[in-house]
């Protein structure tokens, strides 16, 4: 499943799921905040070849991964893999609970 990244999501280190969620277990999309969290995904990517990853929950007010920052989350992802507006990347499914991203352009 793909997503292309725009400013938005470089300015605040989200990635938006609206067109994927359905991708996702339905276990894994959270409320608003915390205290409603859903169940944590692990998300990897390769950066130099070194596999990195984080696990988050799915922010359902927003369909963004909830945790984004640049240490470990989607900021860190974003920032990694030298990621640009217009860029695609690709989730795909390791296995219920794990996805693998890639940058496809």
Do not use: C
Request: charged share 30%; no cysteine.
């Amino acid at each position: 499943m793909k997503v292309v990244i725009n400013q938005a999501n470089l300015k605040n280190d989200h990635i938006y799921l609206n067109a994927i969620i359905s991708f996702f277990p339905k276990d894994s999309i959270g409320g608003n905040n915390l205290s409603t969290k859903g169940r944590d995904l692990k998300i990897s990517y390769s950066w130099n070849g070194v596999i990195k990853s984080f696990e988050s929950d799915i922010a359902g007010d927003k369909k963004i991964l909830r945790k984004r920052g640049k240490l470990s989350g989607t900021g860190m992802l974003l920032t990694d893999m030298d990621v640009k507006v217009g860029d695609t990347l690709e989730f795909k499914k390791i296995d219920d609970y794990h996805f693998e991203v890639i940058k496809i352009s």
